[in-house]
């Protein structure tokens, strides 16, 4: 490779790093927005940040805040995007602590939007969960009546539900009929000819990680087009669902590329897994059909940071990759299922199985169109579940063909 070539390389991978947000480091900020909302909470117990007015307008804020006075609970809810980088992390969790601290209530109930399911909401109940607030708002999600809601209907439910008390019987009663009467199966959408990320495995080192940012320019170029033309079919929240966990994966592959680039050959623990994971997580991007393979490229980035790094880490939730790294193994018997496995568990999944409840999984669309937990499917996924599961590990069945794509398209051509 010339040098200018490399320059100029660094100069695109600079850019990107530019426009992919830095993750985590603006939490300082917090206080600051956290106060901001929390101030706005004092005075009506609805926010409703900009980004939302357009379907939570104000008369709808109005009705929200008159049903919240009915119930005669501390409710208060906060509709604000969530993302990586932001104030909060993405993450509802920080939000709602974050608030919780500077609201002077002593019991309060708390209606938050989610950072990576942007079309749910959370719930969250202080000083213990009276009113069963988690699985009231966390059921809205799963009400058939509610499939096709908007944000303000959505809130009004979870209102509603909080109010009623009986939330974990909806919740459950909810989702024991999950996979029934989902929306019909998205046309897939036509492979952009050719691909460069094969080629890209075929280099190594500083060349793989330069060049392939080359390829990650023109494979976002090329996404933005498909993208726009999936989203009728999708319908509006998955596609935005979608969208979100794509730009976190692209990010996240190039923060490794990165890592590899810099990576002292002679000291990182584990170069060659290292390189293997990215590859794997480039192709998995390319070929990327659903939730499910965007979250697979996710799990790859993880995989291959960690073998950058001395200490030893867990994978990404095994339940599902974006509740983020798993903190400690639990064994789980499936339901139906002999035998236990040892998974690698996020601390909410870890304290759902705790109470003996199946964790909300990461879900697959069938081909006749059911959503059914990922680990319950055919895919790579399942096979791994996602670098939790012993054999073979995602980056050498991704390696060998296991995804499928390249089946998929030597049949359609
Ligand atoms: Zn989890």
Not at 285 to 312: S, V
Not at 350 to 361: E, F, V
Request: hydrophobic share 40%; charged share 25%.
């Amino acid at each position: 490779m010339s040098r200018n070539r490399a320059v100029l390389t660094a100069a695109a991978l600079t850019a990107l790093l530019t426009v992919f947000p830095a993750t985590g480091s603006q939490a300082a900020d917090a206080p600051s927005a956290g106060e901001r909302i929390a101030k706005a909470l004092r005075d009506t117990p609805v926010y409703v940040d900009k980004a939302y007015t357009e379907a939570v307008p104000p008369s709808r804020q109005r009705e929200l805040t008159q049903q919240i006075k009915k119930t005669g609970l501390p409710i208060k809810v906060v509709l604000t995007p969530l993302t990586k980088g932001d104030p909060f992390n993405g993450e509802a969790d920080t939000l709602a602590s974050v608030l919780h601290d500077r609201l002077p209530q002593r019991e309060l109930i708390l209606i938050t939007t989610d950072g990576v399911f942007t079309d749910s909401l959370n719930g969250y109940e202080w000083p213990a969960d009276t009113h069963q607030t988690r699985d009231a708002v966390a059921a809205t999600g799963f009400l058939d009546e509610m499939r096709d809601a908007g944000l303000a209907d959505l809130t009004s439910k979870a209102v509603q539900l909080v109010a009623e008390g009986n939330g974990t019987e909806v919740y459950e009663e909810a989702t024991e009929d999950l996979g029934e009467g989902v929306p019909e199966q998205p046309t897939p959408t036509k492979k952009p000819e050719g691909s460069a990320w094969p080629v890209m495995a075929a280099f190594m080192g500083l060349a793989l990680a330069a060049l392939t940012t080359v390829a990650l320019v023109a494979y976002r170029r090329r996404h933005r087009r498909r993208t726009s033309a999936m989203t009728p079919a999708l319908g509006a929240a998955r596609a935005a669902e979608e969208a979100e966990v794509r730009r976190k994966a692209e990010a996240e592959v190039v923060a490794l590329g990165e890592a590899v680039r810099t990576a002292d050959a002679a000291t990182a623990p584990d170069l060659s897994r290292a390189l293997d994971a990215y590859a794997a997580a480039g192709k998995v991007l390319d070929e990327a059909r659903d939730l499910t393979d965007l979250a697979g490229a996710l799990a790859l980035a993880a995989e291959g940071r960690a073998a950058l790094t001395p200490h030893p880490s867990l994978p990404l939730c095994y339940f599902n990759p974006l509740h983020g790294q798993a903190t400690t193994r639990t064994t789980w018997r499936r339901l139906g299922h002999r035998e236990s496995v040892t998974v690698a568990t996020c601390p909410t999944c870890t304290t759902t199985l705790a109470t003996h409840r199946t964790p909300d999984s990461l879900t697959e669309l069938t081909e006749n169109g059911h959503l059914i937990p990922y680990y319950e499917g055919q895919s790579i996924w399942a096979a791994t579940g996602y670098g939790s599961l012993p054999g073979d590990g995602m980056a050498s069945r991704v390696a060998r063909g296991d995804l499928g794509r390249d089946k998929d398209r030597e049949t359609s051509a």
